[in-house]
């Protein structure tokens, strides 16, 4: 039972954030093609950025915790694009690496090619075969022709400029090159960056309404109305009913009453038309539209007209504007 509880509050989350405006502006983006990976850009100074969702949500801090709450309702998916090292004293991202001596923890270190004479097996550094443009075996004096034929490179020597010592491994370290001050991998503040793409398993019908609730809303507020979604109106009976969108020119006795009814069968039926007429018999609003997703069957059509109920059968969210755009300035 708690799991199922927890299932329960996991999708109203959901809904709620198909709600948020801020949501459906990005899920737009990825819908009509705009955005298909959501990947960041690096600014050396301050990291990674998603420009977009910055621009949507506005405070670049709270980027971070919407990509996160998304990808947590499994709305979105992430993959791990990239590390930023971040210097742990002054928080700058401008961190470069140094490769050290592992004996004097020196930078200044020569690094080498290990060459490999096949014929006579002789092995050192590049810079002991290089003759002229040519290279030649030391010890053998036979030129080396042709890589992986002839001779081989067996991997890389390193020499310390400061202290002399050889070694094939350096030991890296972060330079923060805003404060000056170097950081090993223990001190290194390191945190993943991501990029985002749209869940699979989220199906365009599953938010189109929330989509198309946030595109009527902006649509009629462009036309000057007042709007208020999910509203609700007091009716003569006394009882309040709820409507998805309620809009209006500043008086609410002339308010326009919007309902949204999805099939998850490609086709509304009545039943929505038969609730909202219940509700604007007792509220009687000036005018009542029902948005059917993505269709209302014949009977849901004969009704409607017989309420003066205004049916738009909303295929996608541009055909569904310009119809009700129509039909409003069909008074
Ligand atoms: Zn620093
Ligand atoms: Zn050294
Ligand atoms: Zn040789």
Redesign the pocket.
Known sequence: MGSENMQKEEKKETLALYRDRNVQNLLNKFLNGEIKTLEPVFNIQTGYHYHIVEKIVGDVSQVEPFLNKLYNAGIMERKLYDEVIF??????A??SFHYCCPFCKSFNIQKNSLIEHGKCGYMDIEPNFSKEDKLVCPKCHEELKKIGVDYTKAGIWCTCRDCGKSFDIPVPEHF??????TSNFEEAIIKPVYSYTLSENVKPESFLDWLLIGAIKDFLIKEGLTVESPAFLKGKSGANHSFDIVACKGDKTKAIVLDLAMSTENIVSEQPVIALFAKIFDVSPERAFLIAVPKLNENGKKMAELYHIQAIEAENQDATIALLKQKLAAA
Not at 87 to 92: A, D, E, H, L, N
Not at 176 to 181: G, H, L, S, V, Y
């Open positions: 210097c742990p004293k002054c928080g700058s401008s961190v923060c090159r805003n404060c000056n001050a």
